[in-house]
């Protein structure tokens, strides 16, 4: 029976397992090695010379991580602060409710990202749904709310909203209501309960909701390009422009080395922190 | 803990706001898809369909359509053949490297997709091989079967063991247990998870955008149109695009529907 399961669990986790290896592994590697060779060549076959991490940090590409990084934490947080009350209401509150908001926000997700991004920007442009009606029934009039900063920032908490609620929900479900109750007996107010149950209690879906959300923030290009013009360049723009415009494929690499050194420890250690067993339902073991 | 009636209301409403905020996007690309005017501006004056009628003409259209259907289709298939057997070594069996394994699953999806995009890119350039819709088959699964076999695996935790051990105990091989007892326990899982892929592959951008070649989907031309030379088809391409994904949806819910009175071991887990 026990050596039966190992090798059946071998065996099916060979597809995926090659998937992986052949794709999404022996690229890293390709872009680890591009990332150490001279500028601009075009194969892997030359001396390497480290002059691509060089570039990076004088030619001030620290300067668009700032930027992917600060906004990526801001909508963590904001993320958090909205999402929570909602969380909070479809894990212990709603009943049937509750499937509603799943079923509606799990279909936004299947439309394309840069439709309700392109959505977004017809709803804020001058002359947009928001701007336009308001001009047309109060006279009231302003310069469009895009092409700047917050709401690149209002793009990501948009954009990434599924990715914090859900966890969250599954988080809040984990806290036992029994120790809520009993907390709340012995005379803890709700903003005890909240501190000493409700966020030790929830955090295994609380630091994958706020590693997701902000892992993909980090990395995420469009809503800085449709919604905030070219305010700020992200750090994934720059990535882009020097694989394309730039054609220089080492620096290309060298910065997305950074971007995955800093995203990938962050995640393997968020992961490595969570029971994932438990978390999607299965038993304590 | 009882919440008081105010309180409650507070909730119910604020969960009724987040919607209408999640498809106030969509709602102004509706208006806009029916918009008679070239260059738009709210209030809509004039309302007219004729946007949708030139975008089921145009053979630009047609061939987005085709390529996006092919990639997503294929996806599909693969990724519900993969996440089915990595859903098992997921969650059910006891092997050597699960836990590593598990990790290994969930990279990808935490994985900045613009730039597995590009890796992609470099990786078929050393390789030698010329992208086309094809490579953006490979792109997509690199992110979506990681996905389908996580929400297989849901459904994978919420079985019990002890349904194939009593198979085994009888005498059925490996191959009838599968085939008996863990393909119908999970197969509703299979369709959910089916769905997903191609809703993802069909509206995935970011991936597409540099492994597709001279191929072009539909999110990726939607996209170029909204970053430079504008055209009045977008907001009527879109709004069709959604439309595929609602009616394949809908096709997805009355099939898992369907399955639902067949599944006659699902109330015996233990869970």
Redesign the interface.
Known sequence: ??R??????????????L??LV??L???L??GI?SVMPQKV?S?LNIPDFSSYKLVFTKGYSKSLLWSFGMAMTSTGILFVICW??A???AK??KS?SLV?TI??V?????????????????LMK???I???LR?WTGFTFEGALYNVPVIVFGLV?AY?PFMLFPLVQGIAMVP?DA??AA?DLGASRWQ?FREIDLPLSAPGIVIGG??SF??A?????ES??LGGQTVIVI?DE??TA?TYGQN?PL??AL?II??LI??SL??FG??RVN??LI????RS | ?K?PRAA?AA??L??IL??L?????????G??SVSKARY????IKRYDTKWYGKAIESSTVQDLLWTSLSVALLVTVISM???F??A???????????RT????????????????G??????F??LGVIPSWKTAV??H??WI??IT??II??RA??FDPALE?AA?DMGAS?WTVMKEVTGPLLLPGVVSAGLFAF??S?????LSL?TTGADST??EW??AK??SGYSPL??SV?IL??AT??VL?LCGVITMWLLRPRNKFSSAHT?
């Open positions: 029976m026990e039966q399961d190992r090798r059946i669990g071998f065996l099916s986790a060979a597809p995926i397992g998937i992986l794709s999404f022996a690229p890293l390709v872009i591009f075009f892997l009350p909602l909070f209401g479809m509150v709603f409710f908001i509606a926000v279909v936004t997700l299947f439309v394309s990202e840069n439709i309700r991004l392109f959505g977004w920007v017809l709803t002359g947009g749904l701007e336009g009606h047309t948009y909203f209501d809520r109750q709340s309960v590693l997701l892992v993909l980090a990395g995420a290009m469009a390009k449709l994934a990535i882009e694989f494929w290309g690499s997305s971007l995955i995203i990938g995640s393997v992961v490595s994932l067993d999607m339902g299965g038993k | 803990m919440m409650r909730l119910y604020y969960g987040t919607i905020f999640l498809y106030l996007p969509i709602i102004s690309v208006f806009a738009l501006t709210f209030p053949v993969v996440g057997f990595g098992l070594a997921f969650a059910r069996y006891q092997w050597r490297f699960r394994f598990q990790k290994l699953i969930l990279l990808p999806i935490f994985f900045p997709q613009a730039v597995l590009l890796a992609l890119l470099m990786w350039n050393a490979v792109a699964l690199v079967s990681p076999t996580l695996a849901i935790y919420s051990e085994r490996t809703l993802l069909w509206g995935n951008f970011p540099f539909l999110p939607l996209y909204m970053v977008v907001p879109g695009s959604i994904s609602i949806l869970g």
